[in-house]
Nanobody, 126 residues
């Protein structure tokens, strides 16, 4: 059974940094793509960043470009989200997502990812 487990969330002041981690386990396959999404109270889940597992190609939402960095460690089956210059509007539950193949959906669409973690809370105080 595939599992994604996030860690690294917490409370930080505006301008600070956090690093989220997501470890994948439970399968003998290789990931095709892993991504991060977030959901604030009363809002829809939104795309943050994604990385293609093999090539390392990355893509970011405009709202985080230049502040967040997604990376992966193949040996550890882990994807990271380094978040710098955090703003109060970054406050949300952050979810790790993964796929093992391409789909008919855009990589920024949650529907492109069959596997999800349980989420980790990030709170940025002003």
């Amino acid at each position: 059974q595939v599992q994604l487990v996030e860690s690294g969330g917490g409370l930080v002041q505006a301008g600070g940094s956090l690093r989220l981690s997501c470890v994948g386990s439970g399968g003998t396959f290789s990931w095709y793509r892993m991504g991060w999404f977030r959901q604030a109270p009363g809002k829809e889940r939104e795309f943050v960043a994604r990385i293609t597992w093999g090539s390392g190609l990355t893509y970011y939402a405009d709202s985080v470009k230049g502040r967040f960095t997604i990376s992966r460690d193949k040996a550890k089956n882990t994807v990271y989200l380094q978040m710098d210059s955090l703003k109060p509007e970054d406050t949300a539950v952050y979810y790790c997502a993964a796929s093992t193949s391409t789909s008919g959906f855009s990589s920024s669409n949650p529907a492109a990812y069959p596997y999800w973690g349980q989420g980790t809370q990030v709170t940025v105080s002003s």
